[in-house]
T-cell receptor, first 111, second 115 residues
Framework: SQTIHQWPATLVQPVGSPLSLECTVEGTSNPNLYWYRQAAGRGLQLLFY??????ISSEVPQNLSASRPQDRQFILSSKKLLLSDSGFYLC??????????FGPGTRLTVT | AQTVTQSQPEMSVQEAETVTLSCTYDTSENNYYLFWYKQPPSRQMILVIR??????QNATENRFSVNFQKAAKSFSLKISDSQLGDTAMYFCASGGSNSGYALNFGKGTSLLVTP
């Protein structure tokens, strides 16, 4: 069966510090991968998606970036965090179909 | 571009009663799917039900069913025999093949089921 992992589960970082969130999927190959952010009291906003290694599509211009160094690994990064980067970050995958399966999420607080 | 609108920020229903959550959407894609996801306090996103846009028949999953009105671009969720465990945020979402099957979500409806 397929599983999706995200870490860390929670993170508190000062403004201006770097960020690296990792997502890995097990039990499938060549998945589509997604990063979403959920701000407090709001819905999920698509940040990036990837349909293959090295293929990253950005939906929202901001100080975040994404990379896919391996088939089942998706990384969200920032060189310098802003207060507005605080939120709940969710990674998701699908096998080229329609249903998306979500990871447990990372709660990021920028202080 | 795709947009999803949920006009009910909060709703409340008594246990065993029926409640309907509203959702409207707009999409430029011809081939798309619609979804309802549940997010309990644990914040894990759980798929409740999905609807293929090319199918006229409304999807049903046990106590959950949808009313899909394609011409009106409406996609409501009906929860029958509500249970305390149904208390959660509910998100409506749409996805199309032109954007890598990425989902566009509404802002959510917070549902409280009371005893």
């Amino acid at each position: 069966s397929q599983t999706i992992h995200q870490w860390p589960a929670t993170l508190v970082q000062p403004v201006g510090s770097p960020l690296s969130l990792e997502c890995t999927v097990e039990g499938t190959s060549n998945p589509n991968l997604y990063w979403y952010r959920q701000a407090a009291g709001r819905g999920l906003q698509l940040l990036f998606y990837s349909v293959g290694i090295g293929q990253i599509s950005s939906e929202v211009p901001q100080n975040l970036s994404a990379s896919r160094p391996q088939d089942r690994q998706f990384i969200l990064s920032s060189k310098k965090l802003l207060l507005s980067d605080s939120g709940f970050y969710l990674c998701a995958w699908n096998a080229g179909g329609w249903e998306q399966y979500f990871g447990p999420g990372t709660r990021l607080t920028v202080t | 571009a795709q947009t999803v609108t949920q006009s009910q920020p909060e709703m409340s229903v008594q246990e065993a009663e029926t409640v309907t959550l509203s959702c409207t959407y707009d999409t430029s894609e011809n081939n798309y799917y619609l979804f309802w996801y549940k997010q309990p306090p644990s914040r894990q996103m759980i798929l409740v039900i999905r609807q293929e846009a090319y199918k006229q028949q409304n999807a049903t999953e046990n106590r959950f069913s949808v009313n899909f009105q394609k011409a009106a671009k409406s996609f409501s969720l009906k929860i029958s025999d509500s249970q305390l465990g149904d208390t959660a945020m509910y998100f409506c979402a749409s996805g199309g093949s032109n954007s890598g099957y990425a989902l566009n979500f509404g802002k959510g409806t917070s549902l409280l089921v009371t005893p």
